[in-house]
Antibody
Framework: QLIQSAAEVKKPGASVKVSCQAS????????ISWVRQSPGQGLEWMGWISPYNDDTRYAQSLQGRVTITTDTSTNTAYMELRSLRFDDTATYYC???????????????WGQGTMVTVSS | EIVLTQSPATLSLSPGDRAILSCGASQTIISGYLAWYQQKPGLAPRLLIYDTSSRATGIPDRFSGSGSGTDFTLTISRLEPEDFAVYYCQQFGSSPLFGQGTKVEFK
């Protein structure tokens, strides 16, 4: 199970940090990706972290604005997005990788989603 | 960068019909690393198929995946009322990338 933090409203230029707490599986054994979905639109992969060794990969389109981290003491992954723009308004999902070992993966468990609204 | 194109954009069918959804890639997808998801309004995507044809845990056998190289297909053999949703393909031979989706709607 992946439980995400509550919805957020932010102003342009601000930052947002979304959390994703895992339970029911060994956190270190599976990579966690973040995927976002703009209203009425498709799915965009943002990045990935291995809780085992903190290895990370990010989508080129977001490089420099996104940081993914973990806290293994609480089995929680975090996604921080900086310099928010209006088009960052989206539902943000965390998702567990099937294979567990690589950022190139399918996703078998998803969080419930966190709506982030960027509005002035 | 790979581009995934799903067709058709919308499929209008009735319960009991067979649904055939296509996903085309601009380059060969390494090792058949392609997945399919179902998404209903307000919910997270649900993994149906991974590695082109492997059903995820708990997925009914009316869902099947096939294909290779650049052309992949999701088939729903007999549509149940709960199958009307949006379906996405995703490649993971390189950085994960999703198609734009196919909506299966009631005819």
């Amino acid at each position: 199970q992946l439980i995400q933090s509550a919805a957020e409203v932010k102003k342009p230029g601000a930052s947002v940090k979304v959390s994703c707490q895992a339970s029911g599986f060994r956190f270190d054994d599976f990579g966690i990706s973040w995927v976002r979905q703009s209203p009425g639109q498709g799915l965009e992969w943002m990045g990935w972290i291995s809780p085992y060794n903190d290895d990370t990969r990010y989508a080129q389109s977001l490089q420099g604005r996104v940081t993914i981290t973990t806290d293994t003491s609480t089995n929680t992954a975090y996604m921080e997005l900086r310099s928010l723009r209006f088009d960052d308004t989206a539902t943000y999902y965390c998702a567990r990788g099937v294979s567990g070992t690589d950022y190139r993966d399918a996703f078998d468990f998803w969080g419930q989603g966190t709506m982030v609204t960027v509005s002035s | 960068e790979i581009v995934l194109t799903q067709s058709p954009a919308t499929l209008s069918l009735s319960p009991g019909d067979r649904a055939i959804l296509s996903c085309g890639a601009s380059q060969t997808i390494i090792s058949g690393y392609l997945a399919w998801y179902q998404q209903k309004p307000g919910l997270a995507p649900r993994l149906l198929i991974y590695d082109t044809s492997s059903r995820a845990t708990g997925i009914p056998d009316r869902f099947s995946g096939s294909g290779s190289g650049t052309d992949f297909t999701l088939t729903i053999s007999r549509l149940e009322p709960e199958d009307f949703a949006v379906y996405y393909c995703q490649q993971f031979g390189s950085s994960p990338l999703f198609g734009q989706g196919t909506k299966v709607e009631f005819k």
